[in-house]
Structures are given as C-alpha cells and as structure tokens.
RNA sequence: GCAGGUGUGGCGAAAUUGGCAGACGCACUAGACUUAGGAUCUAGCGGAGCAAUCCAUGGGGGUUCAAGUCCCUUCACCUGCACCA
C-alpha cells in the first residue's frame, strides 16, 4: 500500500534539510527542556526499551514545538567506563574504536525512529573537548577541599579488577559483573558529598520527582539524629566514641561491641590477652563477602576482648567490650553501646553469650523474652525513673551528656563520600600530579584536558593498578609546582562523571571557553522533565545532583537544583514476560520491526502498550494492530473531498479529541492519547466523505507519535503546509456539549433501563420520563417510592420499599 | 523487617475521580469478498441462564440511594533498602 521505509527517509531528510529541531540559545519564546538519559553506545545497540522513552519524550518535544515553546531535546553518548572498555577488550580494538562504531550504529537507529533530537548539540563523555571540562570541574572540587585522596577500605570487585563506590556495590556485588565484592584497602580520591548530605535531602522539595524516588534517595542519604557518647577506657586515659539513637537507653547498657576493623584493636594490641583469638576473627570477618557479613537472619558472632574494659559514664560501671561483625565499619564510629533489653540485635547477641540483660523500660511483663522497643516508663535509670515521653527523655539525657562532657547531640549519615578512582584505562584521567618534594599537586587549567594516551594494552592489571600506571612516558612528568620530577595519578574517574553534568553542556555545547556560557544557563535553566530508569534514582541521579549544587555554590550554574521533574519509564519485557536478554532468546530488535512495520508502527505501539512507567510485555501482535490502526489512517485519504471546516456530525468528537489527547500527551498518558485516535477513525470510518479540516485534525493529532506517515498525508492529500511547521490545535468547548445524552436509570441501586434526552434536562422531567419506562414500571409496581435521586445528565435512581 | 507500588475478561488495559464496569487494542468465533489471505468488511466476544434476571474489579467486612473508586481488615505478587546502632 505505501512503503515505510521511503516515507521514513524522505521525512527525517526534510526535517534535517530544514533544521526544523534546532533549538535557539537566544529566542524570546518561552523555552521548555526534556531530557532523556544519554544511552551507553553498547555494542549490543538500541534495545525496544530505548524506543519507549524516547518516543514519549519526543512526542511531547513536538508537541511543546508546536505550541509555540523553544524546546530543547538533545542526545549524546556515556561513552567511558566499564561497557565500552570490555566490548573493546573483548573485541580486540582500542575502545575509542569501539565507542566511534557502536556511536555509528546508535545514531543511525535513532535517526530511523525519526526522533526529533537536535542534533547540532550531539556530544560524547569520551570527546576531549567535552572530558576537559569534567577534568575543570574536579580542579573546581580539588580547591575547594571537597576532592582528596585517602586511604580507605574500599568495595574490590575481583573480577572487574576495580574499586566500586559503595553507590556501585549495593548489596555487596559489583553492579556490572555480579561478582560478589570483596573490602580492600586503596588509597582513593573522594568527593565529599557528606558534606551535602543535608542539602540533597532539601533540595528534594524544590523538585517534582516522583514520590519512589525522592524516598529511595532519602533512604540511600539516610540521616538520622542522636548522640555520640563518650566511654572510658579502664586502666587507660583514653575513651571509646559510640554513636547511638537512644541515648535514653544508656543505663541499660550491658557490654560495647566494636567492629573487627576498629581501630582500637590494634592500638592496644599488646593489652589484649587474647589476640591471636581477636586476629582469627579479624581475618574471618575480611574473608567474608559483604553479603555473607550483612545477613540479618544469621545467627551472631563475637569475640570477647580480654585486656580491654569500658566504663558507662552516667553510672560508673564497668563494661565489657566485645567484637562482631555485626557492627559495621563504616557508619557511625564503629563501634556501639549494646543495650539488650530494648535492641533486638543486641538481644539476640546477649541471649548467645550469655551477657546480663537490664531493662530501662518498663512494658509491664515480668521477663523479657524479645527485645522491647515500644514507649513506656523508665526505670533502673538514675535521674530519668519514672519519665515516660521518649523525646522528654532522650533531651534530658543529652544535656546531661553536654554538661557534663561526655557526649554531645549528633547527625548520622549512611551517605558516604564519594569513591571516584577507578583503576581503568576507559575514563577521565585525574589531573593531578604527584611530586616528592610537593606532594599531590593539581594540574594547570591551561594543561587541560589530560588526554588518554593511544596504546594498545588497556587491559586491567593483576597488581589492582591502572593500566595507565604501564605506560611510562605518560606517567612520568614534571612538577607544575616546583618542576621537579612527578608522576601522573593513573586512576581515572568512574563513568558516573561525565553524566554529572552532560545536560548542562547541551546547552552550550561548543564553547571552548568555559563548560557553558553562564546566560546560557540561565536561560535554559532546569531540566524540565528528565526521563531515565528507576536504576538511577540512588546513584546517577544523586551524583549529579550533588555536583550541580557544588556547581551552584561556586557561582558557575543559576540553580541549585538541575531537574525539576524526573519520571521513569517500565520496562520492555520480552513476550514470555520475563526480562529480554541474550541468554533467555527474548530480545527484539527495533530495526527488525522497523523494517517489518514501520518506525511509526512501532512508535504507535510503544505508547499505546499500557501505562507508562509500568512495565509491558511485548507483543508482536499488537504492533501489528498499531500497524493495521495506520494503514486505516492511509485508506481513509481515499474520502477526502476538496472541501474545508469540519463536518459537522464529526465537529463534537473532533473537539473532544483535541482536548484529550493534548492532555494526554503533556501527562504522559500516551495509551489513553493513543486510543482516543483510533476511536476518532473508527468515527471517519463510519461516513463517507471527509473534509481536508476533518482529515487534518487527524493527521496532527497522531503527528507527534506517528511523525512520518502523517506529514506524508498531508503532502499527499495537499492539505497545507507541513504539520511540525505549523501550531498545534486548539479545541472549542462550546463545540463539546452533546445535544442529547443517555441517561441510566436504575431502581434501588440496580440498573433497569436507559433514555435518551437533551442535555441538561431538568430533574423532575427526568424522574417524569424515567417512570414512563416498561421495565422501570415494572420494579415500582406495588412499591412504595422513598427517595428519587438524579444526577444531571448521568443517572436517575429511584429508592423502593 | 522497613518503605514504595500493583491486584479489573483468554491477554494488554480503560473508567470524566463516588454515578451505565470492561472504552481502545490483541487473541478468538461465525459470516462476506477472494485463486489465495498474516488483506479488507460485517457480526459476536466476563461468567451462568431459553429468558426475565442473577453473579462479577484478589478475599472478608463497613459507609452510601449508588463503591473498581472512600474506610477497616486480610491475602498475593513486584520493586527498592536492609544487623545503619
């Protein structure tokens, strides 16, 4: 009947002839951003998932467009890290290689689905010129003291021969690979993005995400309020700090524990009678995966430290002090005050060695056998008997902890600061430079960028270094400092880097002076919908946002917040419902369907698969009824006459569609949009002649989700200037009122008949009308009538006894 | 365990926010046209019943003239986080 693939071309070749996408930097219309997450140029290329939101994306784009609104919609590439840099690995090319043809592949996908991106403004994370700029930005962090290098224990993953952020090493396996992490210690560079911890959480109102986001982010930030308390050491003129939430609870305090990295253990290592025993537990603790350490339901372990005592300040009493991996390393101070009787894990713990167990509050059972952790009056406290208000409490105690200096009120966060070296080859090298005599020292802005040097062997070391550590003549230089022999950091940034702040570039993509222009940016100003997948909601998107704040208090971005609103799209699973991968032969490609039906044939079905930021399976079917829904649209050209304005049996369904699927459209309720277009045909379906208005209104409705075979009717059947060229409709609501409506009528709730009469027919003509019906006759008969209810326009219901 | 979410035909889903449950599409059934049909058109399509009618939105209870929608309770599944002191 009419070939896709000729359409296709010939429009996305109008479209790039006539820069019909381009957005202006300089434009006094009001200016609308959507961003979709750049994708990672995998060699694997555009999977049916990237389809979904892009095409939601760039329906609305052409939407807004024609509305009138200076839309910014780019597209570039995440183009370092890990994926590429194993493709290349395993494909035996240097990964810039690599990363150019998997661009190729991917640009030329997104260009056969007709997307509307301007690409003008198309980048890659892996470009020196945009890299230069990530490098600038980690100058920016290193003066103002929030970049710095520590040793520390870090997440190892021992297949991908890397450290991982703990953001990259959620529940103890590395986030690419699967393979469960192992703790070594490195010395890294760190962001301290504690140090925004506070105003990450803030920041979360002046945004529109979606509430599933902001709470994960608000988890993975996880503030929380309490005391450090201050414990001596007996014996010693020392002190042991433990953070804890209850500081409530501190009389009923039986025993410390400490981590197995605490480092108090190997200060006193010589008090400590049984250290041999203290060292085997030790090295089981590090031998064990995270996993396998964090297991709640597992039974608990420890070791007493003979040699070492601690002393409860409030009562005076002697303490012992144990360990157990229990205790986590790396959140509060490692270390804490173990009260059994009201923490359930120090219960469990106090049950299996046999440690004393001293309730504080009373829940009124003469034995405990769990740990209670309800409200209730204290007792075996000292000055706090008989309080029964926990906040009451817990400031009494703080103030006696103040006063008399042995503790203080304190904020905890599980946040950490960021891990940003990783021991690779594929990503931004860290521009700093070690010197003897000076120390870390950071390279000139004018050496920028740091370019990665064109070997050939960028494989992963054993020694756990970077392959750039190989590489002599890159590693050796001089020190920008005092000009004396250095050597180059050769750990690179992660990949989180370069998507930390892409979308500011878009906005100024060729400026060789600065990131981007400061006007420029305040023009754009934030990300008005940022679409991407609900696996960044803790990571990238917390990243960024962290880095846009830096950037915001260094005076270098208008807004402290980057994305006003962020949504995310469901998943494409494969027609089996399960998730589409290689291993499970579910996989689709886009460009088999492409081929088959069409870009708009697959963009069509895409929206109308149901709702969506929830996930859906494929259907091959369906895309063929979204097909077969086009090729109705095309048949329908055959009725057009040469006449204008709408018919005027069509005038009220027309208007009502305009309205719908505008609105539909800007809340992403594309399925609902979708659907109410195929009714609309099924409507032009029914008559016989159409006008070029009624046939139009049509083609524009469906434009923004089928762009190629709309603007092609229009051309063909003469119906005026192309659509993208031209405003989006507006809908008459006086046209939207129906002469007559069905009214239901029902009988005690139950529905009995139904009757047609003119809008807004007044309510005793309704329950008139109402009764003169058979079957309704038929449920009064012999009752006695006691409420007759009418909604206007809807429903009559009449109450019978 | 905590947090967020979802339960509606054979399937994907709608439901103007308390007012005719199942729009639209898929699959299926019957028929028409056809050398042919993975094209098109017509009709049907939650269950039971010849019918009037009855039963149906995970289960149970409640509010209401009226509940998929509101309240209580319970079950199932998904997705995060999880020994965070």
């Known amino acids: 009947m009419y070939n896709t693939k000729e359409i296709e071309e010939k429009w996305q070749n109008y479209w790039k002839e006539h820069e019909t996408f381009k957005a202006e930097n300089n434009s006094d219309k009001e200016k609308y951003y959507l961003l979709v997450e750049f994708p990672y140029p995998s060699g694997a290329g555009l999977h049916v998932g990237h389809v979904r939101s892009y095409t939601a994306l760039d329906s609305i784009a052409r939407l807004k467009r024609m509305q009138g609104y200076n839309v910014l919609f780019p597209m570039g590439w995440d183009a370092f890290g890990a994926p590429a840099e194993q493709y290349a690995i395993k494909n035996h090319i240097h990964p810039k290689k690599a990363v150019e043809e998997n661009i190729k592949v991917f640009k030329s996908q997104l260009l056969s689905m007709g997307y509307s991106f301007d690409w003008t403004r198309e980048f890659s994370t892996t470009d020196p010129e945009y890299y230069k700029w990530t490098q600038w930005q980690f100058l920016k962090f290193y003066e103002q003291g929030l970049a710095y290098k520590a040793e520390k224990e870090i997440n190892w993953c021992p297949q991908c021969k890397t450290?991982?952020?703990?953001?990259?090493?959620?529940?103890?396996?590395?986030?690419?690979?699967?393979?469960?992490?192992?703790?070594?210690?490195?010395?890294?560079?760190?962001?301290?993005?504690?140090?925004?911890?506070?105003?990450?959480?803030?920041?979360?109102?002046?945004?529109?995400?979606?509430?599933?986001?902001?709470?994960?982010?608000?988890?993975?930030?996880?503030?929380?309020?309490g005391a450090s308390v201050f414990f001596g050491l007996e014996g010693l003129d020392d002190k042991l700090e433990v953070y804890t939430t209850r500081p409530d609870t501190l009389f009923g305090v039986t025993f410390m524990v400490i981590s197995p990295e605490h480092k108090l253990l190997e200060k006193y290592k010589d008090r400590i009678k049984n250290i041999s025993e203290v060292e085997a537990y030790q090295k089981e603790a590090k031998e064990k995966t995270e996993i396998e350490r964090t297991d709640a339901s597992k039974e608990k372990t420890g070791v007493k430290i003979d040699g070492l005592k601690a002393i409860n300040p409030v009562n005076g009493e002697t303490v012992e002090i144990w360990i157990s991996d229990y205790v986590l390393a790396n959140y509060g101070t490692g270390a804490i005050?173990?009260?059994?009787?009201?923490?359930?894990?120090?219960?469990?713990?106090?049950?299996?060695?046999?440690?004393?167990?001293?309730?504080?509050?009373?829940?009124?059972?003469?034995?405990?056998?769990?740990?209670?952790?309800?409200?209730?009056?204290?007792?075996?406290?000292?000055?706090?008997?008989?309080?029964?208000?926990?906040?009451?409490?817990?400031?009494?105690?703080?103030?006696?902890?103040?006063?008399?200096?042995?503790?203080?009120?304190?904020?905890?966060?599980?946040?950490?600061?960021?891990?940003?070296?990783?021991?690779?080859?594929?990503?931004?090298?860290?521009?700093?430079?070690?010197?003897?005599?000076?120390?870390?020292?950071?390279?000139?802005?004018?050496e920028l960028p740091i370019l990665l040097p064109d070997v050939t062997a960028y494989e992963p070391t054993e020694t756990g270094e970077s392959p750039l550590a190989n590489i002599t003549e890159w590693v050796n230089t001089t020190c920008p400092h005092c000009g004396g022999k250095a050597t180059r950091e050769t750990d690179t940034m992660p990949n989180w880097a370069g998507s930390s702040w892409y979308w500011l570039r878009y906005m100024d993509p060729h400026n060789d002076k600065e990131f981007a222009n400061y006007d420029i940016l305040k023009y754009w100003g934030m990300v008005d919908l940022y679409n991407g997948g609900m696996e960044h909601a803790t990571r990238h998107l917390l990243y960024a946002?962290?880095?846009?704040?830096?950037?915001?208090?260094?005076?270098?971005?208008?807004?402290?917040?980057?994305?006003?609103?962020?949504?995310?799209?469901?998943?494409?699973?494969?027609?089996?419902g399960e998730k589409m991968s290689k291993s499970r032969g579910n996989v689709i490609n886009p460009d088999d369907m492409v081929k088959a039906y069409g870009a708009d044939a697959l963009r069509v079905f895409e929206m109308f698969i149901g709702d969506y930021s929830k996930d859906a399976s494929w259907s091959e079917n369906g895309l063929k009824g979204c097909k077969r829904f086009l090729d109705k649209i095309y048949r329908l050209k055959d009725k057009v006459v040469d006449k204008e304005g709408y018919t005027s049996e069509l005038e009220n369904i027309i208007n009502k569609t305009i309205k719908k699927v505008t609105e539909d459209i800007l809340s992403m309720d594309f399925n609902t949009a979708v659907s109410s277009l195929m009714i609309l045909s099924n409507e032009y379906d029914k008559i016989n002649e159409l006008t070029k208005s009624?046939?139009?209104?049509?083609?524009?409705?469906?434009?923004?989700?089928?762009?190629?075979i709309t603007e092609e009717l229009v051309s063909i059947c003469k119906l005026g200037?192309?659509?993208?060229?031209?405003?989006?409709?507006?809908?008459?609501?006086?046209?939207?009122?129906?002469?007559?409506?069905?009214?239901?009528?029902?009988?005690?709730?139950?529905?009995?008949?139904?009757?047609?009469?003119?809008?807004?027919t007044g309510k005793d003509e309704l329950i008139r009308l109402a009764k003169e019906l058979e079957n309704v006759q038929k449920h009064l008969k012999d009752k006695e009538i006691i409420k007759e209810i009418v909604v206007p326009n809807k429903i009559v219901n009449i109450v019978v006894k």
Request: hydrophobic letters at 35%; proline letters at 6%.
């Open 721 to 760: 200037n192309p659509i993208c060229e031209t405003p989006w409709p507006t809908y008459d609501e006086t046209k939207m009122i129906d002469e007559t409506v069905t009214i239901a009528v029902s009988v005690n709730g139950k529905l009995r008949s139904s009757m047609s009469v003119p809008t807004n």
């Open 694 to 708: 009624d046939y139009r209104i049509l083609l524009t409705l469906l434009n923004p989700i089928a762009p190629h």
């Open 337 to 446: 005050m173990a009260v059994p009787a009201h923490d359930e894990r120090d219960f469990a713990f106090a049950k299996k060695f046999g440690i004393k167990i001293i309730p504080v509050i009373d829940n009124g059972e003469e034995e405990l056998t769990e740990a209670y952790t309800g409200d209730g009056k204290m007792i075996n406290s000292g000055f706090l008997n008989g309080i029964t208000n926990k906040e009451e409490v817990i400031e009494k105690m703080i103030n006696y902890l103040e006063t008399n200096s042995i503790g203080h009120k304190t904020t905890n966060y599980k946040l950490q600061d960021w891990i940003f070296s990783r021991q690779r080859f594929w990503g931004e090298p860290i521009p700093m430079v070690y010197c003897e005599k000076c120390g870390w020292v950071p390279v000139p802005y004018e």
């Open 163 to 225: 450290g991982l952020s703990n953001e990259d090493a959620q529940g103890g396996v590395c986030e690419r690979c699967g393979t469960k992490t192992e703790k070594k210690l490195k010395s890294q560079w760190l962001l301290r993005m504690t140090k925004y911890a506070d105003r990450l959480l803030e920041g979360l109102d002046e945004t529109e995400f979606l509430e599933k986001i902001k709470v994960a982010q608000i988890n993975w930030i996880g503030k929380s309020k």
């Open 545 to 576: 946002r962290f880095w846009h704040e830096f950037l915001y208090d260094q005076g270098l971005v208008p807004t402290p917040e980057p994305f006003k609103k962020r949504v995310a799209h469901g998943m494409i699973l494969g027609e089996n």
